[in-house]
């Protein structure tokens, strides 16, 4: 089972789970209404946003967190967007890749990368081989089951991603400086168009929005008690919420 969170225990699949259901209980609020002809693609970017998490299995089972994660999942959704299968346009990519690297934080790439090698600089351990191979299976598993797309196309661009994780680990290690670099490819195309395209900017800040809300929601209660955050996030919630007939 991959873990999203281990105290109190979640796994990734409840997580993304819950996250999807409290993206629809956004259905009748502002912030959905402007996202409504893009709803798919924010889907996307929460199935995905926490994808990193799975070179971490083996140290959460230690009690350690999952820094940087939302580094790898970026790398993993933009691999998984590349497939011409899926036929999604650069920019939407573009759009896909900022709402899962900024889920977290709004910006400071280069600072959490620089956090991220501090942490690894010893390397950074994924597991034995054989355990891995069932983590990638096991993810691949839940990304046909929530993703809601056609699944001969789904399957296509899960191998491409499983290929393109392989492809940079050696002897159970991740080689991460070639993801790094390709995401400050990434990062550029996202700022030069946030600055100069009106509609992605406003996409971007209503779908890293979007996604904050639903992956705090996502979250599995501890002991039943709700985090102070997540208590403004509701409240958050209910602010934005409309009656649609008084617009």
Known sequence: ?????????????????????AFESLESTKPWNALENFKEFVKIAIVFHDSGKIFYQQRIKKGKGFIGHELLSAF???????????NVCFDFRVL???IVLYHHYAMGLKIREEKFLREFKDGFSVGE????EEILKEHEEI??????LEKSRTKK???????????????????????FKNLRYINKEIWDRFVADKVFRKLMMLGVNAMTIVD?????????????FSKVIEEFVLLHRENLNNL
Do not use: W
């Open 1 to 21: 089972m991959i873990l999203a969170r281990l105290k109190p225990e979640q796994s990734l699949e409840e997580h993304l789970k819950l996250c999807i259901k």
């Open 76 to 86: 993993i959704v933009d691999e998984f967007l590349k497939c011409e299968d899926l």
């Open 96 to 98: 896909i890749d900022a």
């Open 129 to 132: 081989e054989e355990m891995f």
């Open 143 to 148: 990304v046909l089951g929530l993703l809601g």
């Open 157 to 179: 661009a899960m191998k491409r991603v499983n290929d393109a994780v392989v492809s940079h680990l050696e002897k159970g290690f991740l080689q991460y400086r070639f993801i």
């Open 216 to 228: 705090y929601l996502g979250v599995k209660l501890d002991r039943g008690k709700e985090t102070e």
